[in-house]
T-cell receptor, first 113, second 110 residues
Framework: DGGITQSPKYLFRKEGQNVTLSCEQN?????MYWYRQDPGQGLRLIYY???????QKGDIAEGYSVSREKKESFPLTVTSAQKNPTAFYLC????????????FGDGTRLSIL | RKEVEQDPGPFNVPEGATVAFNCTYS??????FFWYRQDCRKEPKLLMS???SGNEDGRFTAQLNRASQYISLLIRDSKLSDSATYLC???????????FGTGTSLTVIP
């Protein structure tokens, strides 16, 4: 089945540590996204990529980094500079064209130890 | 000003009730519109796309008013399983930017 796989489902970070969240899709979508969701809040865009080897900052990129070396993969690194990383992280993908929706992975919950 | 605005609710309705959610968007160039459903601690899932002529899927009806830049979702005969947060989403043109409302919380009460 085509879809988006995020791993791990739960992740714990120690102070000063960088952690990387994985996102893989087999939908052959060009665009991929990372969102952060805090309890009771909406989705906020961290980074997005429209094509391999290219990505743009979203609204809350500080303290995060991404890479897009392959079409199917868009990992997110939460760096030690992100002082409040506890949140639900969602990866999504889409294809160009009017009426095409976004598809989401099932998310990674990140907490600070 | 936010790109997409929704009434956050919460909406608490009895089983069998009809409930309507509204959403406004600021960019008149927006081309594609969607309603997503998000259950507690889960990812958003596409509920339905919204077409210019309005569209229906079972108990759910979505409507678009481009002149007023307004989208609505109507749920008839509410079920307990409809309890969730409903997100209004707008896509600009054929580009890759999506804008999300903060969601409207619905609880259907027995």
């Amino acid at each position: 089945d085509g879809g988006i796989t995020q791993s791990p489902k739960y992740l714990f970070r120690k102070e000063g540590q960088n952690v990387t969240l994985s996102c893989e899709q087999n939908l052959n979508h060009d665009a991929m996204y990372w969102y952060r969701q805090d309890p009771g809040q909406g989705l906020r865009l961290i980074y997005y990529s429209q094509i391999v080897n290219d990505f743009q900052k979203g609204d809350i990129a500080e303290g995060y980094s991404v890479s897009r070396e392959k079409k199917e993969s868009f990992p997110l690194t939460v760096t030690s500079a992100q002082k409040n990383p506890t949140a639900f992280y969602l990866c999504a993908s889409s294809t160009p064209g009017e009426g095409q929706p976004q598809h989401f992975g099932d998310g990674t919950r990140l907490s600070i130890l | 000003r936010k790109e997409v605005e929704q009434d956050p609710g919460p909406f608490n309705v009895p089983e069998g009730a009809t409930v309507a959610f509204n959403c406004t968007y600021s960019n008149s160039a927006s081309q594609s519109f969607f309603w997503y459903r998000q259950d507690c601690r889960k990812e958003p899932k596409l509920l339905m796309s919204v077409y210019s002529s309005g569209n229906e899927d079972g108990r759910f009806t979505a409507q678009l008013n481009r002149a007023s830049q307004y989208i609505s979702l109507l749920i008839r005969d509410s079920k307990l399983s409809d309890s969730a947060t409903y997100l209004c989403v707008v896509r600009e043109g054929t580009g890759n930017q999506f804008y999300f409302g903060t969601g409207t919380s619905l609880t259907v009460i027995p």
